[in-house]
Protein backbone atom coordinates (compact mmCIF):
# COMPACT_ATOMS: atom_id res chain seq x y z
CA UNK A 1 0.00 0.00 0.00
CA UNK A 2 2.65 2.62 0.71
CA UNK A 3 2.19 5.94 2.36
CA UNK A 4 -1.49 7.57 0.98
CA UNK A 5 1.00 10.25 -0.26
CA UNK A 6 2.20 7.64 -3.15
CA UNK A 7 -0.38 5.47 -3.50
CA UNK A 8 -4.15 5.73 -4.89
CA UNK A 9 -4.75 3.52 -1.54
CA UNK A 10 -4.86 4.71 1.95
CA UNK A 11 -4.72 2.14 4.59
CA UNK A 12 -8.40 1.99 4.72
CA UNK A 13 -8.75 0.70 1.45
CA UNK A 14 -10.09 3.23 -0.29
CA UNK A 15 -9.64 4.71 -3.80
CA UNK A 16 -11.36 7.90 -3.42
CA UNK A 17 -14.57 6.89 -1.69
CA UNK A 18 -14.40 3.38 -3.35
CA UNK A 19 -13.49 0.53 -0.90
CA UNK A 20 -11.45 -2.21 -3.15
CA UNK A 21 -9.85 -5.20 -2.41
CA UNK A 22 -7.59 -6.57 -4.77
CA UNK A 23 -4.03 -7.65 -5.67
CA UNK A 24 -2.46 -5.07 -7.55
CA UNK A 25 -2.55 -2.91 -4.37
CA UNK A 26 0.29 -4.89 -2.68
CA UNK A 27 3.72 -2.93 -3.38
CA UNK A 28 5.94 -5.82 -4.10
CA UNK A 29 5.33 -8.95 -5.90
CA UNK A 30 3.82 -11.92 -4.04
CA UNK A 31 6.39 -14.74 -4.01
CA UNK A 32 3.39 -17.35 -2.87
CA UNK A 33 0.01 -18.40 -4.12
CA UNK A 34 -1.70 -15.17 -3.77
CA UNK A 35 -4.95 -16.54 -2.80
CA UNK A 36 -4.85 -16.42 1.51
CA UNK A 37 -3.40 -13.12 1.33
CA UNK A 38 -6.25 -11.84 -0.47
CA UNK A 39 -8.79 -13.41 1.15
CA UNK A 40 -7.38 -11.99 4.18
CA UNK A 41 -6.93 -8.48 2.73
CA UNK A 42 -11.15 -9.10 2.04
CA UNK A 43 -11.64 -10.14 5.81
CA UNK A 44 -9.77 -6.79 6.72
CA UNK A 45 -11.96 -4.85 4.15
CA UNK A 46 -15.11 -6.70 5.55
CA UNK A 47 -14.27 -5.80 9.62
CA UNK A 48 -13.78 -1.66 8.17
CA UNK A 49 -17.21 -2.07 6.02
CA UNK A 50 -19.02 -3.25 9.44
CA UNK A 51 -17.19 -1.00 11.52
CA UNK A 52 -17.88 1.94 9.84
CA UNK A 53 -22.02 0.82 9.17
CA UNK A 54 -21.75 0.17 13.29
CA UNK A 55 -20.60 3.77 13.42
CA UNK A 56 -23.18 4.96 11.30
CA UNK A 57 -26.24 3.92 13.63
Request: overall charge negative; proline content about 9%; glycine content about 6%.
Amino acid sequence: MGSPSKGVIDPFLHVQNLSTCEAPVFPNQIVAHPTAIIIAMAKQLADLILERIAGLQ
